[in-house]
Protein backbone atom coordinates (compact mmCIF):
# COMPACT_ATOMS: atom_id res chain seq x y z
CA UNK A 1 0.00 0.00 0.00
CA UNK A 2 1.05 3.51 -0.53
CA UNK A 3 2.88 5.33 2.41
CA UNK A 4 0.24 7.99 2.62
CA UNK A 5 -3.13 6.77 4.65
CA UNK A 6 -6.65 5.46 3.10
CA UNK A 7 -8.68 8.40 4.07
CA UNK A 8 -7.48 11.76 5.08
CA UNK A 9 -9.58 14.98 5.79
CA UNK A 10 -8.50 18.12 6.90
CA UNK A 11 -10.46 20.53 8.28
CA UNK A 12 -13.24 19.30 6.27
CA UNK A 13 -16.21 21.71 6.94
CA UNK A 14 -19.69 21.52 5.39
CA UNK A 15 -22.33 24.68 5.80
CA UNK A 16 -25.64 25.41 4.28
CA UNK A 17 -27.22 29.20 3.93
CA UNK A 18 -25.08 32.29 4.76
CA UNK A 19 -25.20 34.88 7.96
CA UNK A 20 -27.38 34.10 11.50
CA UNK A 21 -29.09 31.37 9.06
CA UNK A 22 -26.14 29.05 8.30
CA UNK A 23 -26.18 25.70 8.98
CA UNK A 24 -22.77 24.05 10.04
CA UNK A 25 -23.76 20.20 9.18
CA UNK A 26 -20.28 19.43 9.45
CA UNK A 27 -17.82 21.51 11.66
CA UNK A 28 -13.88 21.39 10.88
CA UNK A 29 -13.31 17.72 10.86
CA UNK A 30 -9.87 15.88 10.29
CA UNK A 31 -9.93 11.97 10.63
CA UNK A 32 -7.10 9.79 9.50
CA UNK A 33 -7.91 6.27 8.72
CA UNK A 34 -5.01 4.14 8.12
CA UNK A 35 -4.89 0.97 4.97
CA UNK A 36 -7.19 -2.28 5.85
CA UNK A 37 -9.06 -0.76 9.34
CA UNK A 38 -12.63 -0.92 9.53
CA UNK A 39 -14.23 2.37 11.69
CA UNK A 40 -17.76 2.86 12.42
CA UNK A 41 -18.87 6.21 12.24
CA UNK A 42 -21.54 6.80 14.20
CA UNK A 43 -24.05 9.64 15.61
CA UNK A 44 -27.83 10.42 16.01
CA UNK A 45 -29.82 10.90 12.71
CA UNK A 46 -28.39 14.45 11.49
CA UNK A 47 -24.89 14.51 13.29
CA UNK A 48 -23.20 14.86 10.07
CA UNK A 49 -22.50 11.04 8.96
CA UNK A 50 -23.93 11.07 5.83
CA UNK A 51 -22.57 14.45 4.50
CA UNK A 52 -19.02 13.40 5.12
CA UNK A 53 -19.46 10.15 3.33
CA UNK A 54 -20.26 12.06 0.50
CA UNK A 55 -18.02 14.80 1.10
CA UNK A 56 -15.44 11.75 1.46
CA UNK A 57 -16.73 10.03 -2.05
CA UNK A 58 -16.78 13.43 -3.89
CA UNK A 59 -20.39 13.70 -4.08
CA UNK A 60 -21.12 16.98 -2.05
CA UNK A 61 -18.36 19.61 -2.49
CA UNK A 62 -16.82 20.81 0.91
CA UNK A 63 -17.11 24.55 2.25
CA UNK A 64 -13.36 23.94 3.36
CA UNK A 65 -11.01 21.61 3.70
CA UNK A 66 -8.86 18.83 2.31
CA UNK A 67 -9.75 14.94 1.57
CA UNK A 68 -7.16 12.97 0.13
CA UNK A 69 -7.54 9.14 -0.93
CA UNK A 70 -4.88 7.32 -0.77
CA UNK A 71 -3.06 10.38 -1.42
CA UNK A 72 -5.34 11.64 -3.92
CA UNK A 73 -6.72 15.35 -3.08
CA UNK A 74 -10.28 14.56 -4.17
CA UNK A 75 -10.84 17.98 -5.00
CA UNK A 76 -7.35 18.68 -7.32
CA UNK A 77 -7.22 14.96 -8.33
CA UNK A 78 -10.52 13.31 -8.06
CA UNK A 79 -10.21 11.07 -11.19
CA UNK A 80 -7.34 9.63 -9.26
CA UNK A 81 -9.18 9.76 -6.05
CA UNK A 82 -12.33 8.79 -6.76
CA UNK A 83 -10.94 5.22 -8.31
CA UNK A 84 -10.02 4.45 -4.66
CA UNK A 85 -13.43 3.82 -3.37
CA UNK A 86 -16.55 2.08 -3.69
CA UNK A 87 -19.49 3.13 -1.72
CA UNK A 88 -23.15 1.99 -0.94
CA UNK A 89 -25.04 5.12 0.00
CA UNK A 90 -28.30 4.76 2.55
CA UNK A 91 -31.57 6.51 1.21
CA UNK A 92 -30.04 6.33 -2.75
CA UNK A 93 -30.59 3.78 -5.41
CA UNK A 94 -26.86 2.46 -5.87
CA UNK A 95 -28.35 0.34 -8.54
CA UNK A 96 -30.28 0.37 -11.64
CA UNK A 97 -34.12 -1.79 -11.12
CA UNK A 98 -35.07 -2.17 -14.60
CA UNK A 99 -31.72 -4.03 -15.31
CA UNK A 100 -30.81 -7.58 -14.10
CA UNK A 101 -27.99 -7.96 -11.64
CA UNK A 102 -25.53 -8.86 -14.71
CA UNK A 103 -26.19 -5.64 -16.07
CA UNK A 104 -25.43 -3.66 -13.21
CA UNK A 105 -22.37 -4.81 -13.13
CA UNK A 106 -21.34 -5.25 -16.51
CA UNK A 107 -22.36 -1.27 -16.72
CA UNK A 108 -20.89 -0.32 -13.51
CA UNK A 109 -17.36 -1.67 -14.59
CA UNK A 110 -17.29 0.11 -17.82
CA UNK A 111 -18.10 3.34 -15.69
CA UNK A 112 -15.16 2.72 -14.23
CA UNK A 113 -12.79 1.88 -17.19
CA UNK A 114 -12.73 -1.57 -17.06
CA UNK A 115 -13.00 -4.00 -20.05
CA UNK A 116 -15.71 -6.89 -20.91
CA UNK A 117 -12.80 -9.00 -20.14
CA UNK A 118 -11.85 -7.76 -16.98
CA UNK A 119 -15.24 -7.62 -15.90
CA UNK A 120 -16.86 -10.80 -16.12
CA UNK A 121 -14.71 -13.37 -14.02
CA UNK A 122 -15.14 -10.36 -11.41
CA UNK A 123 -18.65 -10.09 -11.33
CA UNK A 124 -19.32 -13.98 -11.60
CA UNK A 125 -17.25 -14.24 -8.47
CA UNK A 126 -19.00 -11.43 -6.73
CA UNK A 127 -22.57 -12.86 -7.25
CA UNK A 128 -21.69 -16.39 -6.90
CA UNK A 129 -19.87 -15.67 -3.24
CA UNK A 130 -23.11 -13.56 -2.31
CA UNK A 131 -25.48 -16.09 -3.46
CA UNK A 132 -26.78 -14.63 -6.48
CA UNK A 133 -25.26 -16.41 -9.08
CA UNK A 134 -28.57 -17.80 -10.19
CA UNK A 135 -30.54 -14.85 -10.37
CA UNK A 136 -28.01 -13.20 -11.89
CA UNK A 137 -30.48 -12.38 -15.23
CA UNK A 138 -33.55 -11.24 -13.32
CA UNK A 139 -34.01 -7.23 -13.08
CA UNK A 140 -33.01 -5.99 -9.76
CA UNK A 141 -36.56 -4.11 -8.95
CA UNK A 142 -37.52 -8.06 -8.34
CA UNK A 143 -35.46 -8.69 -5.95
CA UNK A 144 -35.96 -8.28 -1.94
CA UNK A 145 -34.02 -5.44 0.06
CA UNK A 146 -31.45 -7.55 0.90
CA UNK A 147 -30.14 -8.81 -2.55
CA UNK A 148 -30.91 -5.32 -4.13
CA UNK A 149 -27.89 -4.36 -1.01
CA UNK A 150 -25.79 -7.82 -2.49
CA UNK A 151 -25.89 -6.03 -5.96
CA UNK A 152 -25.21 -2.71 -4.63
CA UNK A 153 -22.04 -4.21 -3.01
CA UNK A 154 -21.27 -6.12 -5.79
CA UNK A 155 -21.35 -2.78 -7.83
CA UNK A 156 -19.13 -0.96 -5.34
CA UNK A 157 -16.87 -3.90 -6.16
CA UNK A 158 -16.58 -4.38 -9.43
CA UNK A 159 -13.23 -2.67 -9.85
CA UNK A 160 -12.00 -4.12 -6.48
CA UNK A 161 -11.35 -0.69 -4.81
CA UNK A 162 -9.40 -0.60 -1.57
CA UNK A 163 -11.93 1.65 0.29
CA UNK A 164 -15.44 1.18 0.85
CA UNK A 165 -18.02 3.54 1.96
CA UNK A 166 -20.89 1.90 3.51
CA UNK A 167 -23.54 4.12 4.66
CA UNK A 168 -26.25 2.45 6.45
CA UNK A 169 -25.82 -0.85 4.38
CA UNK A 170 -27.75 -3.25 6.73
CA UNK A 171 -30.96 -0.60 7.32
CA UNK A 172 -34.41 -2.33 6.14
CA UNK A 173 -32.97 -5.71 6.20
CA UNK A 174 -34.53 -8.59 8.22
CA UNK A 175 -32.23 -10.41 10.60
CA UNK A 176 -31.08 -13.10 8.09
CA UNK A 177 -30.06 -10.67 5.59
CA UNK A 178 -28.42 -9.03 7.99
CA UNK A 179 -26.19 -11.29 9.39
CA UNK A 180 -25.61 -12.65 5.79
CA UNK A 181 -23.89 -8.68 5.09
CA UNK A 182 -22.17 -8.20 8.32
CA UNK A 183 -20.41 -11.65 7.64
CA UNK A 184 -19.73 -9.93 4.09
CA UNK A 185 -18.38 -7.11 5.67
CA UNK A 186 -15.96 -9.18 7.54
CA UNK A 187 -14.73 -11.14 4.90
CA UNK A 188 -14.00 -7.87 3.12
CA UNK A 189 -11.86 -6.59 5.75
CA UNK A 190 -10.47 -9.54 7.19
CA UNK A 191 -9.78 -11.21 3.76
CA UNK A 192 -9.38 -8.71 1.60
CA UNK A 193 -7.82 -6.26 3.44
CA UNK A 194 -10.23 -3.41 2.65
CA UNK A 195 -10.18 -0.28 4.02
CA UNK A 196 -14.04 0.41 5.55
CA UNK A 197 -15.95 3.57 6.91
CA UNK A 198 -19.39 2.27 8.15
CA UNK A 199 -22.54 4.15 9.26
CA UNK A 200 -24.85 2.69 11.07
CA UNK A 201 -27.35 2.45 14.17
CA UNK A 202 -27.15 -0.90 14.68
CA UNK A 203 -24.69 -0.55 17.24
CA UNK A 204 -23.79 -3.98 18.62
CA UNK A 205 -23.28 -4.31 14.33
CA UNK A 206 -20.56 -1.48 14.12
CA UNK A 207 -19.10 -3.59 17.90
CA UNK A 208 -18.78 -6.21 16.00
CA UNK A 209 -17.25 -5.62 12.66
CA UNK A 210 -15.05 -2.13 13.93
CA UNK A 211 -11.65 -1.75 15.01
CA UNK A 212 -12.35 1.46 16.18
CA UNK A 213 -15.34 4.25 16.39
CA UNK A 214 -15.57 7.83 16.18
CA UNK A 215 -18.82 8.98 17.60
CA UNK A 216 -20.78 12.49 15.75
CA UNK A 217 -22.49 14.95 17.69
CA UNK A 218 -24.10 18.25 15.35
CA UNK A 219 -21.22 17.80 13.21
CA UNK A 220 -18.19 17.59 15.48
CA UNK A 221 -16.45 14.49 16.18
CA UNK A 222 -16.71 14.01 20.09
CA UNK A 223 -14.65 10.58 20.49
CA UNK A 224 -12.41 8.84 18.14
CA UNK A 225 -10.67 5.64 19.72
CA UNK A 226 -10.08 2.11 19.13
CA UNK A 227 -13.30 0.13 20.16
CA UNK A 228 -12.14 -2.38 22.89
CA UNK A 229 -10.37 1.24 24.11
CA UNK A 230 -13.42 3.12 23.78
CA UNK A 231 -15.03 0.47 26.19
CA UNK A 232 -12.72 -0.06 28.40
CA UNK A 233 -12.78 3.90 29.24
CA UNK A 234 -16.47 3.74 30.48
CA UNK A 235 -15.50 0.41 32.41
CA UNK A 236 -17.39 0.87 35.73
CA UNK A 237 -16.61 0.73 39.27
CA UNK A 238 -18.19 -2.77 40.25
CA UNK A 239 -17.99 -6.59 39.16
CA UNK A 240 -20.15 -8.37 36.45
CA UNK A 241 -20.88 -11.89 37.50
CA UNK A 242 -22.47 -14.10 34.00
CA UNK A 243 -24.36 -17.25 34.43
CA UNK A 244 -25.39 -19.81 32.42
CA UNK A 245 -29.51 -19.97 32.34
CA UNK A 246 -31.76 -18.03 34.90
CA UNK A 247 -30.70 -17.72 38.75
CA UNK A 248 -33.10 -20.27 39.67
CA UNK A 249 -34.36 -18.19 42.68
CA UNK A 250 -30.68 -17.31 43.93
CA UNK A 251 -30.84 -14.86 46.07
CA UNK A 252 -28.85 -11.73 45.45
CA UNK A 253 -27.35 -8.44 47.91
CA UNK A 254 -28.94 -5.56 48.06
CA UNK A 255 -28.11 -3.17 45.37
CA UNK A 256 -27.19 -5.93 42.75
CA UNK A 257 -29.45 -6.58 40.04
CA UNK A 258 -30.06 -9.46 37.33
CA UNK A 259 -30.49 -9.24 33.28
CA UNK A 260 -31.63 -11.76 31.26
CA UNK A 261 -29.18 -11.83 28.34
CA UNK A 262 -30.16 -14.40 25.56
CA UNK A 263 -29.71 -18.06 26.99
CA UNK A 264 -27.63 -16.12 29.90
CA UNK A 265 -27.68 -13.97 32.95
CA UNK A 266 -25.47 -10.60 33.37
CA UNK A 267 -25.71 -10.09 37.41
CA UNK A 268 -24.24 -6.66 38.42
CA UNK A 269 -22.91 -6.04 41.74
CA UNK A 270 -23.17 -3.02 43.73
CA UNK A 271 -19.27 -2.56 43.93
CA UNK A 272 -15.70 -4.08 43.53
CA UNK A 273 -15.44 -5.98 47.44
CA UNK A 274 -14.14 -9.31 47.06
CA UNK A 275 -16.02 -10.90 50.33
CA UNK A 276 -18.84 -9.34 48.76
CA UNK A 277 -18.10 -11.50 45.10
CA UNK A 278 -17.21 -14.35 46.75
CA UNK A 279 -20.70 -14.82 48.73
CA UNK A 280 -22.65 -14.30 45.91
CA UNK A 281 -20.85 -16.63 43.49
CA UNK A 282 -21.47 -18.99 46.65
CA UNK A 283 -24.78 -17.91 46.78
CA UNK A 284 -24.88 -19.14 42.88
CA UNK A 285 -23.07 -22.70 43.67
CA UNK A 286 -25.50 -23.36 46.05
CA UNK A 287 -28.38 -22.78 43.67
CA UNK A 288 -26.97 -24.82 41.03
CA UNK A 289 -26.26 -22.07 38.57
CA UNK A 290 -23.66 -22.55 35.74
CA UNK A 291 -20.79 -19.95 36.01
CA UNK A 292 -19.56 -18.50 32.73
CA UNK A 293 -17.40 -15.18 34.25
CA UNK A 294 -16.06 -12.72 36.40
CA UNK A 295 -14.88 -9.48 35.38
CA UNK A 296 -15.40 -5.51 35.83
CA UNK A 297 -18.77 -4.65 34.69
CA UNK A 298 -18.04 -2.93 30.86
CA UNK A 299 -21.20 -0.98 29.31
CA UNK A 300 -22.72 -2.24 25.74
CA UNK A 301 -22.02 0.16 23.13
CA UNK A 302 -24.91 1.79 23.04
CA UNK A 303 -24.82 2.75 26.83
CA UNK A 304 -21.29 4.40 25.91
CA UNK A 305 -22.80 6.02 22.72
CA UNK A 306 -26.22 7.36 24.86
CA UNK A 307 -23.51 8.82 27.60
CA UNK A 308 -21.24 10.48 24.62
CA UNK A 309 -24.81 11.73 22.97
CA UNK A 310 -26.52 13.10 26.08
CA UNK A 311 -24.51 12.97 29.18
CA UNK A 312 -20.81 13.71 28.76
CA UNK A 313 -18.91 16.76 30.55
CA UNK A 314 -16.81 18.90 28.45
CA UNK A 315 -13.51 18.32 30.30
CA UNK A 316 -14.04 14.23 30.07
CA UNK A 317 -15.31 14.42 26.30
CA UNK A 318 -11.76 16.11 25.21
CA UNK A 319 -10.38 13.43 26.94
CA UNK A 320 -11.87 10.47 25.08
CA UNK A 321 -11.36 12.77 21.91
CA UNK A 322 -8.57 10.99 20.24
CA UNK A 323 -7.51 10.85 16.68
CA UNK A 324 -5.57 7.17 15.96
CA UNK A 325 -3.47 7.55 13.01
Not at 60 to 84: E, W
Not at 92 to 113: C, I, T
Request: glycine share 8%; net charge neutral; proline share 5%.
Amino acid sequence: MPDSAAIETIGLQKTYGRGAKALAAVKPTTLTVPWGQVIGLLGPNGAGKTTIIKMISGLITPTAGTVRLGGYDVARQRAQAVRQIGAVLEGSRNVYWPLSAWENLMYFGQLKGLRAAEIKPRAERLLTELGLWERRQETVGTFSRGMQQKVAVSAALIADPPILLLDEPTIGLDVEAARTFKDWIQHLARDENKTIVLTTHQLEGARELSERIAVIKEGEIIADLPTTELLARHAENRFEIRVTGSLDGAALPAGARAEPDCDQTRVLLPGTDSQSVYAVLDRLRAAGVGLISVAQARPSLEEVFIRLIHNQPADARERAKEVVA
